[in-house]
């Protein structure tokens, strides 16, 4: 064993360590405890495995990559104002695509009024409803909204020099100097870019109708792109189907013209103002009208534009399904936990039913979910338009014919539902919140 020397031991004396010995502690009054100071204060323990991941990996890869992305959009821009960093990290389109991938997918909706006003209403935790309101972009245009798509508007304007364009008629939309835009609400008009239409799109003669006509937007992760798709269902005297295509990657109109010949001889259902393709499986889906052997039968019109580019039809769950109208649809389509859904009025618009197609693609997967009879329901006494979905406490959101939103208790009898103001509204689709950037796809192009 070394010697211990007066040097030693000056070394590993309690006055030239940090912590105070109990001889230099200040001496406690009864019942007291002894203030403390900061050198009294035993060091945190944490504080240094703190700073290393301040420095390191906690801004480096844990908060952009793991906390970051799973927070709500409307969090993001105001953490957006935090510092410089947070900023570029958000606005990145790496970030993005994070954030579609690890946000969890919630019940939403948003809607545009007359005043070309956007509205978001997240309505998956009610009572706890959250609002969130976008001030007006479209000072001089009348956008109409037709889907939406990973946080991506896909927009209907209109601008005529001399008259204003009447929203309340919103299939006259197409006939005026129309073009689309594609644009994120959250990022502002800074970052949308607007296309025009397909050359000879538009044919106005005496059979056009708005039936006509009809869109889809959607994305392909197969191919990392958005697409446009716009329909004539009538060409002339023909009664073929012309098909539209616009690539955000490719930045062109695509031209494909199916032979009604080969194909039954639809019409849509519902007009493109009220339903436009519902996006399942990567690929966009109709109810239609089909004329089969000179009778008329509903179905689902599907585009594929990944195999044949073509229309095909898919059958519903019922060969008979809703009840014919002469003046509005009876039946729809939408989109339930990534299936396709469809959903039908019975007994004068008074018992609604909705399938879920199980397996995609597979007729015998069929499965009713609900049948219930709204008789006396307040409210949607002349049928329902649009259903959006369910929330965390089984209510559905729809919209009736009246032009009200609600949230419906089905299971309930008899049913229960909760009104929103949808005053002056003229279009809700279902909405995922994002930062996707239109410009991070397709450069912006020359604006008129």
Known sequence: MSETTPETMSETTPESTSEPTPETMPEATPGTMPEATPETMPENPITPYLSSLESNEFTQHILPEHILPKLPAKTLVRFKAVCSKWRTTIETPEFARAHLLQYPNIRSVISIDYHASF??????????????????????????????????????????????????????LLYFRFYFVVYNPFLGPASSIRIDPPENFLLKTEIDDAKDYNFGFGYSFSRDDYFIVAVNSRMIANLDITVHLYSLQDRRWIRIDISSTVKPIIEFAIPWYNLSGILVNELLHWPVNAVISKSCQEMIA???????DQFKTMPLPREVFGEFDDYRSTFGLCRL?????????????????????????????????????????????????????????????ILSCTDELMLAEFYLDPPVYTSFKFKEQVKAVNYDASFMSPL?????????
């Open 119 to 172: 509205t978001a209403l997240n309505y998956q935790d009610y009572p706890n409803l959250d609002f969130t309101d976008f001030k007006k972009h479209y000072k001089d245009e009348s956008p109409y909204i037709v889907e939406s798509c990973n946080g991506l508007l896909l927009l209907i304007c209109s601008k005529d020099d001399s008259e204003p364009v009447n929203k309340q008629l919103p299939d006259h």
């Open 302 to 308: 599907v585009f594929d534009w990944f195999g044949q």
């Open 440 to 448: 991070l796809l397709s450069p912006p192009q020359d604006q008129d």
């Open 337 to 397: 936990n990534d299936c396709l859904c469809a959903w039908a009025l019975y007994n004068d618009r008074t018992v609604v039913e909705m399938w879920m197609m199980k397996i995609y693609g597979i007729d015998g997967s069929w499965t009713m979910l609900f049948r219930f009879d709204m008789l006396g329901f307040l409210g949607v006494y002349d049928g329902i338009t649009n259903f959006f979905g369910f929330n965390r406490s089984e209510m559905a959101l």
